[in-house]
């Protein structure tokens, strides 16, 4: 059914993004089926398209991502106003929805939300998060570990994501998004 999508999106790459970034997005496509192959036929196309859609505009200059979620009348927070290349996920989830009417709400979200995390239960936005911080080309202490965490239990593989990202924010002193911090509250039993 979305074939014809990721078909779309894979001509477009070269020119949205960097050659290194189309390796990223690229080495995302191969381990989704190495981490994950026991994925029906459906997921897998559903995956997929949001591997290729994550980061098409994650090379777009902060400016022209404000400028492009004005128009679109998305909703800027305080923290993307203050970082706006956080803005390139929900910017391509927006493109998805306006370019090919995908209605598709766990791909919107795994688009939007793949840097942060979010509280879910969605398959499609773990595997994402999990195929972005845990591709083969990622290098950090841990990864590994991590890796064959997820390859054993998505769930614990999410959970242990989850906190990687507010240990490292905190380690490196950068921001840790409330998104994050929602998926964290989230696993510990918020609902
Ligand atoms: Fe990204
Ligand atoms: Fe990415």
């Known amino acids: 059914m979305y074939k014809r999508v990721i078909e779309y999106l894979g001509e477009i790459r070269s020119f949205m993004v960097s050659r290194q970034r189309a390796a990223h997005i690229q080495r995302m496509e191969e381990d989704s089926v190495e981490l994950f192959p026991e994925l029906c036929e459906s997921d897998k196309e559903r995956l997929l398209v949001a591997v290729c859609a994550h980061d098409l505009f994650r090379d777009v200059e902060s400016k022209k991502l404000v400028k492009i979620s004005k128009i679109w009348n998305l909703k800027i927070t305080k923290v993307e106003a203050f970082a706006p290349v956080l803005l390139h996920g929900k910017v391509a989830s927006e493109y998805l929805k306006r370019r090919f009417k995908l209605s598709d709400e766990e791909i919107l979200d795994a688009v939007a939300y793949h ?20 591709e083969r080309g990622r290098n950090f202490d841990g990864v590994d570990e991590l890796r064959a965490i997820a390859k054993r239990s998505l769930d614990e593989g999410y959970i242990e994501v989850i906190k990687n990202k507010i240990r490292y924010a905190l380690n490196h002193s950068l921001l840790i998004l409330p998104q994050t911090v929602e998926a964290w509250n989230f696993l510990r039993g918020v609902r």
């Open 115 to 134: 840097t942060s995390g979010m509280p879910t239960d969605s398959l499609i936005v773990k595997l994402l998060v999990l195929l972005d911080t845990l």
